[in-house]
């Protein structure tokens, strides 16, 4: 694919999140936040590949550094986010 076609998946993929994104409501977005945590998984577990190969231009590994935080984060306040739900659930005392 050229760099045209990239771009423009990029593009539409960010619309199309921001509209889904938005039409959830908070009631859903926690256990929706936690599901994400597996996604986020697979993009870390890709991006770690990627920063792994020495052949590849550093670009690469600097867009892949980046994905690996961002993934990282992502993963990290999800987990946050569902010890938070769960401790709602449990009985006091």
């Known amino acids: 694919m050229g760099f045209v076609?990239?771009?423009t998946v990029f593009v539409?993929?960010?619309?199309?999140?921001?509209?889904?994104?938005?039409k959830v409501p908070p009631t859903l977005h926690t256990p929706l936040m936690s599901g994400s945590n597996a996604i986020s998984g697979i993009t870390l577990v890709g991006a770690l590949i990627l920063a792994g190969q020495p052949d590849l231009p550093e670009?690469?590994?600097v867009i892949s550094g980046v994905a690996?935080?961002?993934a990282t984060v992502?993963?990290?306040g999800g987990f946050v986010?569902?010890?938070r739900m769960l401790r709602m659930f449990r009985k006091k005392g």
């Open 12 to 22: 539409l993929a960010i619309f199309v999140g921001f509209e889904v994104i938005t």
């Open 59 to 61: 670009a690469v590994h």
């Open 5 to 7: 076609a990239l771009l």
């Open 68 to 70: 690996v935080f961002f």
């Open 74 to 76: 992502n993963v990290v």
């Open 81 to 83: 986010v569902t010890d």
